[in-house]
């Protein structure tokens, strides 16, 4: 070994953890929180726009849901625990009345719809890492929203994959397919 070798600093290698231990040793928080693969993942506080948005679409859902008497809508930060070393924190999700078994402390497995709301610098985990984990998990339906383009995309479980089942641009209306009559354009998030 050369000198240099024997005097630089050793970096620790990264902890992985379990949902488990982490729920054990770290306190509650309200910041965005997630576990991938065993990593701890933390996001900086939410802007306000992203949180509007968030607030509206809970909004909508909650009532469409609520008045037909389908399930469960929950608001980020819950956790959703899809493995030990798998658990992330949409920003909205339903649980259909038939699966509410799922909602103990936290969200045991894939909720049937998960809503997140793309911003700089989640573009990369939501519209691929996280539409390729929900995808594996059989998580139904899947629904990004884009402030930057006004886009809503809804993406619908067909066969074990994940297709472009609706889309809309400002104005026009992006449509559920889990949950007929439900439908929102990207207006009606702005207030």
């Given at each position: 070994?050369?000198?240099?070798?024997?005097?630089?600093?050793?970096?620790?290698?990264?902890?992985?953890?379990?949902?488990?231990?982490?729920v054990a040793e770290l306190?509650?928080?309200?910041?965005?929180?997630?576990?991938?693969?065993?990593?701890?993942?933390?996001?900086?506080?939410?802007?306000?726009?992203?949180?509007?948005?968030?607030?509206?679409?809970?909004?909508?859902?909650?009532?469409?849901?609520?008045?037909?008497?389908?399930?469960?809508?929950?608001?980020?930060?819950?956790?959703?625990?899809?493995?030990?070393?798998?658990?992330?924190?949409?920003?909205?999700?339903?649980?259909?009345?038939?699966?509410?078994?799922?909602?103990?402390?936290?969200?045991?497995?894939?909720?049937?719809?998960?809503?997140?709301?793309?911003?700089?610098?989640?573009?990369?985990?939501?519209?691929?890492?996280?539409?390729?984990?929900?995808?594996?998990?059989?998580?139904?339906?899947?629904?990004?929203?884009?402030?930057?383009?006004?886009?809503?995309?809804?993406?619908?479980?067909?066969?074990?994959?994940?297709?472009?089942?609706?889309?809309?641009?400002?104005?026009?209306?992006?449509?559920?397919?889990?949950?007929?009559?439900?439908?929102?354009?990207?207006?009606?998030?702005?207030?």
């Open positions: 070994m050369t000198v240099a070798e024997l005097t630089r600093p050793k970096t620790k290698a990264q902890r992985l953890w379990t949902y488990d231990e982490m306190p509650e928080t309200s910041q965005p929180t997630e576990l991938w693969n065993g990593a701890i993942v933390k996001s900086p506080a939410l802007h306000p726009n992203h949180q509007r948005i968030v607030g509206r679409f809970y909004k909508s859902l909650d009532q469409f849901v609520g008045k037909r008497g389908l399930g469960e809508v929950l608001v980020s930060p819950v956790d959703v625990v899809l493995t030990q070393k798998r658990v992330v924190q949409p920003d909205v999700l339903f649980i259909s009345k038939a699966r509410l078994g799922i909602v103990k402390n936290y969200v045991d497995g894939a909720p049937d719809l998960a809503m997140e709301v793309i911003s700089e610098t989640s573009w990369q985990r939501d519209r691929i890492e996280k539409k390729a984990l929900y995808e594996q998990c059989g998580l139904p339906e899947y629904w990004i929203i884009d402030p930057d383009s006004e886009t809503i995309e809804v993406f619908a479980l067909t066969k074990g994959v994940y297709q472009l089942h609706s889309r809309a641009v400002g104005a026009q209306s992006a449509k559920s397919k889990l949950l007929a009559g439900f439908s929102l354009a990207f207006k009606d998030l702005l207030g």
